[in-house]
């Protein structure tokens, strides 16, 4: 395996250096066409120019190597989570550039700058109007973008719908998520430090359960969920903005002040909370239903459980029924940022089932 990769490096550099001589033989021809403007040059002037060009180029080779194979890597992202039309209308656009500029090619041979000139701005020329005129030009044509149907919209996911785990649900029994996942590096990094976590055990629960969540993302579709390498240097929800930006996809977050910073810049949110919310039945003061609670409310006594939706259930003297099941009657409704808050009274001391 090290030796495949080196053999790779090796091969990498010699193209490298093959195209950069190449290109330095070309601004050499240019460099000496132009002094023929304004002087003759002798043949012994040419070759140093020559040599000098491709000696550079040479090193130049050397020390950009790395940058050029990153340039490269980005370039082939791009590519990947760009439309078939796109791609296509910049191609037509080169290709019908390079055979318009033929006959200026012929009638300006002994200018190859002339030539390079009119040549680049007949390949941009006409690749900007196969651009704005893509999607007419290739209506035929199968928009992908390599990884899935561009038809089938992006998603990528943040840490809090991982930590939430509804998605689980969702995607398993409809096809409303039926597109590409995108799970950014930076979210596993966060999940990985919350599951290590050495604070209380809810936290690392937390974790453990998002952890949970890719792996079953994974098993129920093998061939649509796709880790992303991110870039770093800014907060969380910028590279996440950024990312569904770049992909022209849907950021799905529980988390409200993600939503909110995301949606002014035009990006699409599916906040799986909001969507809970309008798909859960009408609950109103004076209804009974049953819940678990989990946990301990933040006022003495208070036991805390959740819904199928999650819907957040705080009952009234629920502190001694932890880990059970209970009948509960509905006292008040409390719309919150997150979602909606019931708060509770138990209507009799039986157990309906325990845990």
């Known amino acids: 395996m090290k030796k495949q990769n080196v053999f790779n ?24 066409e132009m002094l023929h403007f304004a002087e ?84 941009v020329f006409f690749s900007l109007i196969f651009y704005v005129k893509r999607y007419e030009a290739f209506k035929g044509v199968e928009v992908s973008t390599g990884e899935g149907d561009m038809c089938q919209p992006s998603y990528i996911l943040d840490t809090s ?25 930076l979210v596993m990094n966060e999940l990985r430090k919350i599951a290590d976590s050495k604070e209380e055990s809810s936290k690392r629960q937390r974790g453990r359960r998002g952890m949970e969540v890719v792996e079953k993302l994974r098993k129920l579709r093998p061939k649509k969920v796709i880790f992303i390498k991110t870039g770093r240097g800014k907060p969380v929800d910028e590279i996440l903005i950024d990312e569904a930006k770049k992909r022209k996809g849907y950021l799905v ?17 599916i ?41 957040m259930v705080i009952v009234q003297a629920g502190e001694f029924h932890i880990g059970k099941t209970v009948r509960v009657r ?14 509770a009274t138990i209507i009799d001391e039986e157990e309906v089932g325990s845990a």
């Open 9 to 32: 490096e090796s091969l990498f550099f010699l193209l490298l250096v093959i195209i950069y001589v190449l290109i330095g033989i070309t601004t050499a021809r240019v460099i000496i």
């Open 40 to 123: 003759k040059i002798t043949p012994q002037t040419q070759s140093q120019i020559t040599i000098g060009a491709v000696a550079f180029a040479m090193i130049l080779a050397f020390f950009t190597r790395g940058l050029v194979k990153k340039w490269m890597h980005d370039f082939s992202e791009t590519i990947k989570h760009t439309d078939r039309a796109t791609v296509m209308s910049i191609l037509l656009g080169i290709i019908t550039g390079s055979v318009f500029a033929i006959p200026f090619a012929l009638a300006f041979s002994k200018y190859i700058y002339i030539v390079l000139l009119i040549t680049l701005l007949s390949q």
């Open 161 to 185: 719908v991982l930590i939430d785990g509804r998605i689980v649900r969702l995607v398993e029994n409809t096809d409303c998520l039926d597109g590409t996942i995108y799970i950014p590096d």
């Open 253 to 269: 977050t529980t988390d409200f002040n993600l939503e909110h910073t995301a949606r002014p810049q035009g990006v699409k949110v």
């Open 271 to 311: 906040n799986f909370n909001e969507i809970f919310y309008l798909l859960a039945p009408e609950v109103m003061p004076g209804d009974e239903i049953e819940v678990k609670l989990v946990k301990k409310g933040k006022e003495p006594y208070q036991g805390v459980g959740f819904l199928v939706d999650g819907t």
């Open 330 to 343: 509905v006292q008040n409704v409390k719309q919150s940022q997150t979602g909606r808050i019931l708060f």
